[in-house]
């Protein structure tokens, strides 16, 4: 919350409660699982040896790196998309599609690498960071006039980010012991989830500040070139913004042309807007790059031992 609340006007990102905001929850993060895993009395080889912690902590970072690659996805193509290929629903939905079922497919081929090679966790968590960071980051070159090229993005880093999420809980479920395993589930999705938010967070405040400053000016300049009355601009654009078609329809001086052109330009600042989100998202990608090629080998627990029995 108090990441999300940083950029809005009245609440600067410095301003106390902000900050001891994050300060708290940076402490809930750090101690919460430690904490439960100590009020169960467990010192499990999971997290004692240095080989098995740094398996664990980098595994969990990468999770966290992919929830905010996930969810830069997940909220923001479906818009840029009814932003650009709109308002036809179903060509909106034939160009998000492939993203869905590239994460699903992502999910379905890492876990099986996984059983055939009985491990190689660093190689293909190292593979699906590559793809997940280039895809996304690829995205940048997306505008209204290539809808293909968000299409096949779209799937790499969906499949990218689909051979971190889940597996990366496989990964944990494997070196854990028994005792824990529900307690390391359920902080592998607490992770991703927070790194989402994180993610959107730094994702909101990029494109919010990026609109703002390039939207004035492109649709400005353009609409007046068509014939807009200056006196008219200020209520235009807020209008425009607002997207309160009714109070421009009683605008003087509107004309069919200048909307047009209004429409073009509006698409010409958001495509400026996103490719802002694409490109800081390369640096979540790089981090988990990096940290992928430091995990170590878990073939060792690769064993055909059933942890519970329920016959």
């Not at 402490?27 to 997290?47: D, K, T, V």
């Not at 070139?225 to 006196?231: E, Q």
Request: glycine residues 10%; neutral net charge; contains cysteine.
């Amino acid at each position: 919350m108090a990441l999300c609340a940083g950029y809005s006007d009245y609440d600067s990102w410095t301003c106390s409660h902000r900050c001891l905001g994050r300060l708290g929850e940076l402490c809930a993060i750090s101690n919460g699982p430690r904490s439960h895993l100590q009020e169960q009395g467990i010192r499990s080889h999971a997290y004692c040896g240095y080989n098995h912690q740094r398996v664990s902590i980098l595994t969990l970072l990468i999770t966290a790196l992919a929830g905010a690659q996930f969810y830069s996805l997940l909220n923001f193509w479906p818009l840029e998309c009814q932003t650009l290929y709109g308002p036809d629903s179903h060509e909106i939905a034939r160009t998000v599609v492939a993203f869905g079922y590239a994460v699903a497919l992502g999910v379905i081929i890492v876990d099986y690498c996984l059983s055939l090679f009985r491990g190689m966790n660093r190689e293909l968590l190292l593979i699906s960071s590559v793809l997940m960071t280039a895809g996304i980051g690829a995205m940048a070159a997306v505008n209204q006039n290539n809808p293909g090229l968000g299409i096949g993005m779209s799937f790499l880093g969906g499949f990218g980010v689909g051979g971190i999420i889940v597996p990366a809980a496989v990964i944990l479920t494997i070196i854990s012991p028994d005792e824990v395993i529900a307690t390391i589930t359920a902080i592998t999705l607490s992770i991703r989830l927070i790194g989402g938010s994180i993610g959107y967070a730094v994702y909101f405040n990029v494109f919010q500040n990026k609109l703002l400053a390039v939207f004035p000016p492109i649709v400005g300049t353009a609409v007046i070139k068509a014939g807009l009355p200056i006196s008219e601009l200020e209520p235009f654009l807020e209008a425009l913004a607002n997207r309160n078609m009714s109070e421009i329809a009683h605008l003087p001086g509107i004309t069919p042309q200048i909307l047009q052109v209004a429409q073009a330009a509006v698409q010409v600042a958001y495509v400026q807007a996103f490719r802002r989100i694409y490109l800081v998202s390369i640096a979540f990608g790089a981090a988990a790059i990096i940290s992928s090629l430091f995990l170590g080998d878990i073939r060792k627990y690769m064993v055909g031992r059933v942890a519970v029995d329920i016959h």
